[in-house]
């Protein structure tokens, strides 16, 4: 009995101690993150000299020199390019949109063209507009009313949702599919109201798809001043003409790549920890929260351990994928490569939530892991990072969930402003708090120290 009543308190002992030296090891790493300023130039620079880096474009070749020069610097073992091929959509001239009231009386419309859209005819489109809230109200009006005007998705994001997510879920398929569906019932166009809760001036891109056995329509994204704006004139005058113009192509496919930096694990060589975000922007924006944020924060894990001399025992990837926004062929080359090579992944963190202050992680883990990662949050707790949710991670690892048996996880960020900057020129570096983004890379590197520390049991 008193044996096992001393194991008992040598077994408290030894976990007590581990708790402190976790504890520890993660004020070293906040305070190691909070002081630095790298990321942070680092951020300017790529945001005021390397923006609207979507992949394809000559300006995201330069980006992705950019950032292997920086990472040359900060002695990797090894820093590469990964090669794969993109397909390089171009938006040429800016778009135009304007609302023509019966008295010829032009009103200016800030729009955009989604990603992967087609173009108008180059003496653009003049329809009249059918304002809907919903898919459900398209199908009742169908082919006869809708057919040769413009539609005009008007719902707005709902505000009142705490978790910025949410509401954009529930929107979102206007921007993604509702030139799909429009063109379903013969209309020439649509016009989507920007997915995001803030009244400005921007125009918010983004991805869409067409459905490929019906003719594709232009898409186009209007801000949300000029949707409030058009749906008023519209009450008054239901006639009224918009008239919409796009120059967007499709190029031929580029050479692009990914950008690795690689720390060989002191323990286990052969099984990879990877952190990244992605390097590729909307052709709109200078890409600061979205997601040239999280670029600096992956590169940053790797400075914030050899600032604290922790050398990991996992081998350590930091990866900037291309292609995010698009297509995802970064991510989707990486895992490839992988899966060829034999690697052994572990766990995966993608930061791709913006820069505001970090709440937490969301995983993508099976159910016998959950109880090991979960114990860990008690160490975030003094920086309020609690949040542990089993709801997903980051569109780029996700294809390492085939063929391996790891832990993926994304930084979570306050998601309250997210979407004001969303694919959208209002995205600059300006909107970026470097103690918010430095604290994204502290948590990130706890939490990679905790994997690299303890692997995935
Ligand atoms: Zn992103």
Redesign the pocket.
């Known amino acids: 009995m008193r044996i096992l009543k001393l194991f008992a308190f040598l077994g408290l002992c030894i976990i007590v101690g581990s708790c402190n030296q976790n504890e520890n090891m993660i004020a070293k790493i906040y305070s190691a993150a909070s002081s630095d300023t790298t990321s942070y130039h680092n951020l300017r620079i790529l945001c005021k000299n390397y923006p609207e880096r979507l992949a394809g474009t000559p300006i995201s070749i330069k980006a992705i020199d950019f950032l292997q020069e920086i990472m040359e610097k900060e002695n990797f073992d090894t820093v590469y390019l990964q090669e794969c091929i993109v397909k390089h959509w171009d938006r040429g001239e800016k778009e135009i949109g304007k609302a023509i009231t019966s008295k010829g009386v032009e009103l200016k419309l800030n729009v955009c063209a989604l990603g992967n859209s087609i173009a108008t005819p180059k003496s653009g489109i003049s329809s009249e507009v059918v304002e809907v809230k919903s898919f459900e109200e398209l199908d009742k009006l169908g082919n006869d009313f809708i057919k040769g005007k413009i539609v005009f998705f008007s719902k707005a994001m709902d505000s009142t949702k705490v978790n910025s997510f949410e509401g954009y879920s529930e929107v979102v398929g206007f921007r993604f599919s509702g030139a799909a569906v429009a063109a379903r019932y013969g209309a020439e166009a649509v016009l989507v109201r920007s997915v995001t809760t803030r009244l400005d001036t921007f125009p918010h891109t983004g991805v869409m798809r067409y459905n490929d056995t019906i003719k594709p329509i232009p898409a186009f994204a209007i801000s949300t001043v000029h949707a409030n704006l058009l749906s008023k004139e519209l009450a008054k005058e239901p006639k009224l003409k918009v008239f919409l113009k796009s120059d967007c192509k499709f190029l031929a496919d580029e050479k692009s790549y990914n950008v690795i930096g690689e720390v060989t694990g002191s323990k286990f060589p052969n099984e990879v920890i990877t952190v990244g975000g992605?390097l590729d922007s909307w052709d709109n924006t200078e890409g600061a929260h979205?997601?040239g944020g999280?670029l600096v924060q992956s590169i940053d894990v790797w400075r914030i351990f050899k600032k604290i001399g922790y050398k990991p025992e996992h081998t350590l990837k930091v990866v900037m994928f291309i292609d995010?926004?698009m297509n995802q062929r970064g991510g989707e080359k990486y895992a490839e490569l992988a899966k060829l090579n034999g690697e052994k992944h572990i766990f995966a963190i993608e930061s791709?939530a913006g820069c505001d202050r970090p709440i937490g992680f969301s995983f993508d883990l099976k159910e016998s892991y959950q109880k090991q990662i979960y114990s860990y949050r008690k160490y975030f707790e003094p920086y309020g990072a609690t949040m542990f949710a089993n709801e997903g991670s980051g569109?780029d690892i996700e294809f390492l969930k085939e063929g391996h048996d790891a832990v993926l996880c994304a930084l979570i960020t306050d998601p309250t402003h997210y979407f004001d900057y969303h694919h959208s020129g209002y995205d600059t570096f300006e909107r970026i708090n470097i103690d918010y983004l430095n604290q994204g890379s502290a948590a990130m590197a706890s939490l990679i120290y905790l994997v690299d520390k303890y692997g995935i049991k």
């Open positions: 992605h979205d997601d999280g995010e926004e791709d569109v």
